[in-house]
């Protein structure tokens, strides 16, 4: 296959995106909440090796990926992590994968079960990386009110907080929506309410829906709030 005919986008919903030297693609992988096991570092220090030029690079999503390899190595690297567990990153007008911070795990600030919530989107609604989206879609998860992941700066972020105005001070859920990085970077809106967990996930399915339906190509979601009014808009996704 000649390089002019090679179906960029094909590979990079396969994970596999286009590298600046021609001929090679990097392999970008991902796992839920960034947790990789021995065995997954063993079989990508192995793939690095075989196929690559022996590193592995650490991205900013929590994701691992191997650069240099060869683009007709592809299917042969596909079939070697087929079974290992390890899911492939993204790329494009897709969700991206959840970012999150270690949380109640193992973080002594940690007020929330991170790993949790981000497992809970994936198996239980089905809002993983890869959904195909208007455009790229981020969505950050932070344990504590001390922000590592930003989740000011993305789609939708998410920090743990003690509600105060609970009778047991419980520990719940901060949102932030419509945040962005990139050349104009911005701020998401705060929501006016702790939130339990299950609302979390009943309010990222609404908004995530909301802006699939409604959104216009390669329009975030920031956009999409300005167009219908930051009023509008919580009307529409309020839980």
């Given at each position: 296959?000649?390089?002019?005919?090679?179906?960029?986008?094909?590979?990079?919903?396969?994970?596999?995106?286009?590298?600046?030297?021609?001929?090679?693609?990097?392999?970008?992988?991902?796992t839920?909440?960034?947790?990789?096991?021995?065995?997954?570092?063993?079989?990508?220090?192995?793939?690095?090796?075989?196929y690559?030029?022996?590193?592995?690079?650490?991205?900013?999503?929590?994701?691992?990926?191997?650069?240099?390899?060869?683009?007709?190595?592809?299917?042969?690297?596909?079939?070697?992590?087929?079974?290992?567990?390890?899911?492939?990153?993204?790329?494009?007008?897709?969700?991206?994968?959840?970012?999150?911070?270690?949380?109640?795990?193992?973080?002594?600030?940690?007020?929330i079960?991170?790993?949790?919530?981000?497992?809970?989107?994936?198996?239980?609604l089905?809002?993983g990386?890869?959904?195909?989206?208007?455009?790229?879609?981020?969505?950050?998860?932070?344990?504590?009110?001390?922000?590592?992941?930003?989740?000011?700066?993305?789609?939708?972020?998410?920090?743990?907080?003690?509600?105060?105005?609970?009778?047991?001070?419980?520990?719940?859920?901060?949102?932030?929506i419509?945040?962005?990085?990139?050349?104009?970077?911005k701020?998401?809106?705060?929501?006016?309410?702790?939130?339990?967990?299950?609302?979390?996930?009943?309010?990222?399915?609404?908004?995530?829906?909301f802006?699939?339906?409604?959104?216009?190509?390669?329009?975030?979601?920031?956009?999409?709030?300005?167009?219908?009014?930051?009023?509008?808009?919580?009307?529409?996704?309020?839980?």
């Amino acid at each position: 296959m000649s390089i002019e005919n090679i179906d960029h986008e094909n590979l990079k919903k396969r994970g596999f995106l286009k590298q600046k030297q021609d001929g090679f693609v990097i392999l970008r992988t991902r796992t839920t909440s960034g947790v990789y096991t021995k065995e997954h570092l063993e079989k990508l220090a192995q793939i690095a090796k075989k196929y690559g030029k022996g590193f592995i690079h650490p991205t900013v999503r929590q994701g691992l990926e191997v650069p240099f390899i060869k683009i007709e190595d592809v299917p042969a690297v596909e079939k070697e992590l087929k079974g290992s567990g390890i899911a492939m990153g993204t790329s494009g007008a897709r969700l991206r994968a959840v970012t999150a911070c270690p949380g109640n795990n193992w973080c002594r600030f940690g007020l929330i079960n991170t790993f949790g919530l981000a497992e809970r989107l994936e198996k239980e609604l089905g809002i993983g990386s890869g959904l195909d989206l208007p455009h790229k879609f981020k969505i950050a998860v932070s344990g504590c009110p001390n922000t590592c992941t930003r989740p000011q700066g993305s789609d939708i972020g998410i920090l743990g907080f003690i509600d105060t105005a609970s009778a047991r001070k419980r520990a719940g859920y901060i949102v932030y929506i419509g945040g962005s990085g990139g050349r104009h970077p911005k701020d998401g809106i705060r929501l006016d309410k702790v939130f339990t967990e299950d609302e979390v996930l009943a309010l990222i399915e609404k908004i995530i829906k909301f802006y699939k339906s409604n959104a216009k190509p390669k329009q975030r979601l920031s956009l999409l709030m300005e167009e219908f009014t930051k009023d509008r808009f919580l009307k529409e996704i309020v839980v």
